[in-house]
């Protein structure tokens, strides 16, 4: 194996500082003098430069990734080979569902499938490391990114952080398959003010360490080699720069000891954030704090050297982040095989084969939330059905961030429908006066109308932030004009983000919530319409009843004048609007119809040293078999600071048989009490707690037990 104390030994500054710097694939194989200049002359590089660089962000397939490498080596004086990096989020070219979407599964083992579906398929290009799991808590549904995150639940972002970072990496970075998985946007990117993207965050410690760095954490924990900083600022100082987050906890106290990269173009960014006068104050912070890798600017490659000959930044950082890249690289087997995993054939027979497809589609099945049902689904196919809404014909549903994704490899809604039922109407018209007559005939004389709506895939996302969260005003017109004629409507629904549905939610008999579902979203949703698969996912986001709501989010903190509608004006509520969500958090609705009675407690009190077994029965009193899950939500009646109404400590999703019951146990232990205090030290306050057991944050079994 080769010695990067050695290799390290034999290259210049010059070497080392490009080492940190990653760049587009075509700075390598375009002519510099010609189809990059512009580029070139931006980042102020010189061939020589670019040609010392020591990742790549992005590649199209694995001729043009052996092509990059190529180039590279035949001009790289040690041949040190580069990393390339890319952006697969939620699949390669089979597209999985949205994260938010897969996280309303509640099947981390399904979410952890995903993962390796989408390294393995993205290991033919020759991609080594992938920019996932996204990890950041957020609470704002204007915020376009939360289609990328798993919600609102600290708890959730561990447990899905760590089963992708599993599911990516799997029996280790050497191997031939496995992708390098880098956690972002560290920290606290989903706490931008207003829900607009790469807005300033301005949180305490308290709460940054006791809610948004769980994620982070669980992924660092579970393996993750890499760590993107975030656009923000955290306590005013921009986290690519920013020692605090990145030596103090990261590399210090998470004993973190992979690579730290910045997000795209980030380092220069803190110019007009105003903590860097230059790119040479840039960097000076950037590798102070704690930075590694730049994406995207070359403020290291043009400054580094003479901050180091001028004694303002020590060797010993720069040699340490090049440890840490060579590190990589030689982790992943780069040295051996610089080409490793980039595979043409395979790339053809393996990647979005029917095998990978048949996952992406057993995903799908469990990442839609029923919201609503008055017991028009699911569908008879003896039914007369009327298909209306852009999404009926539109294919575009594998959200954004699919990478090499293609619409064009989906099939329309109304083809899936058409295999179950011949429908009475297709139409992807959001008006009744665009029908013709005979089309106005067959609605008229349609049992049900399918509304197939939503947001584009354009509007979620990276620097996609709305402030008009509901249906668009032609959709919502839709749906009263078919409410008027009396006509059962199911509303489908397709976007990345928690909708406001009030207005249209009285007018329509069920609503299928099926975000971004990728490859496979058509014939899942015609699945679950027709019964063939019965809903089980539950949302990881409150769905405001109002805009003016958010933030909205279930764990929220106690004031001292709750409302209790007891005729107290004197009490937080809203003179217009509830208090509550329209849909709160784990709530979704099945085919089947679930009971949870006789919550036991194994004891009532504990120590540190113990557990309480708490029981629950689940009943299915319905005819259907179903999943159903079971959660588990604690709340610490008196604490040194002040805690959630209820905190999601543990899930369970179970298979109960029509008009058959199950028991369903958990363990609670000292670590299910714990908490951050003022001062930051993480432990459990003896006292009185609340065990919470049900099917939704707002529907749920009590008992207390008290911590002695």
Known sequence: MISIETVMKNLTIEEKIGQLMQLAPFFFIGDLKKEVYGPIQALGLKESEVFL????????????????????????????????????????????????????????????KAARISALEAQTAGIHVTFSPMADLSRDPRWGRVVEGFGEDPYLNQVYAKAMVEGYQHDGIDKVGNLASCVKHFAAYGASEAGRDYNTVDLSR?????????????????GARLVMTSFNIVEGIPATQNKYLLRDVLKQDWQFDGVVISD????????????????????????????????????????????????EVPMALLDDAVYRVLKLKQDLGLFEDPFKGADEIKEKTFVLSDENKKVALEVARESMVLLKNDGILPLKKTQKIALMGEYVAL??????????????????????????????????????????????????????????????KIESGEAHSKVNITLKPQDEALIDALYQLGKQVVLVLFHGRPLVLTKVEPKVSAILDTFFLGTMSQQAIAETLFGLNNPSGKLTMSYPRHVGQVPIYYNHLNTGRPFKNDGNPFTSFYLDEQNTPLYPFGFGLSYS????????????????????????????????????????????????????????????????????????????????????????????????????????????LKADITRV
């Open 53 to 112: 660089s020591g990742s790549v962000l992005g590649i199209g397939n694995a001729s043009e990734m052996k092509r990059v490498q190529q180039a590279y080596l035949e001009k790289s004086r040690h041949k040190i080979p580069l990393i390339f990096m890319a952006d697969i989020i939620h699949g390669y070219k089979t597209i999985f569902p949205v994260p938010l979407a897969m996280a309303a599964s509640f099947n981390p083992t399904l979410v952890k």
């Open 264 to 311: 795209y173009d980030s380092l220069r960014q803190t110019i007009e954030h105003g903590t860097s006068e230059n790119d040479r104050e840039a960097a000076k912070k950037a590798i102070l704090g704690g930075l590694d890798i730049e994406m995207a600017t070359s403020s290291y490659v043009l400054n580094l050297k003479s901050l180091i000959e001028s004694n």
């Open 593 to 700: 119809s679930f009971k949870l009675m006789n919550l036991t407690l194994s004891t009532q009190k504990m120590t540190e040293k113990d557990t309480i077994i708490v029981s629950v029965d689940v009943e299915n009193t319905s005819n259907i078999d179903g999943y159903e899950t079971v959660q588990l939500y604690i709340r610490d009646y008196s604490a040194e600071v002040s805690r959630p109404v209820q905190e999601l400590k543990q899930f369970k999703k179970v298979w109960v048989k029509a008009h058959e019951k199950v028991v369903v146990s958990f363990t609670i232990s000292e670590q299910d009490l714990v908490y951050v205090h003022s001062d930051l030290s993480v432990y459990a306050d003896p006292g009185k707690f609340s065990i919470q057991v049900g099917n939704a944050s707002n529907q749920i």
């Open 206 to 222: 308290l709460n940054l360490h006791q809610y948004y760095m769980s994620g982070y954490k669980a992924a660092v924990e579970a």
């Open 395 to 456: 294919t575009d549903t594998i959200g954004p961030w699919h990478w090499h994704g293609r619409h064009e490899d989906c099939i329309p809604l109304y083809e899936a429908i058409s295999e179950y039922a011949k429908p009475n109407l297709i139409s992807n018209q959001n008006t009744l006066s665009n029908l013709s007559e005979t089309e106005y005939a067959g609605l008229l004389d349609a049992d049900v109308v399918v509304v197939a709506v939503g947001e584009h």
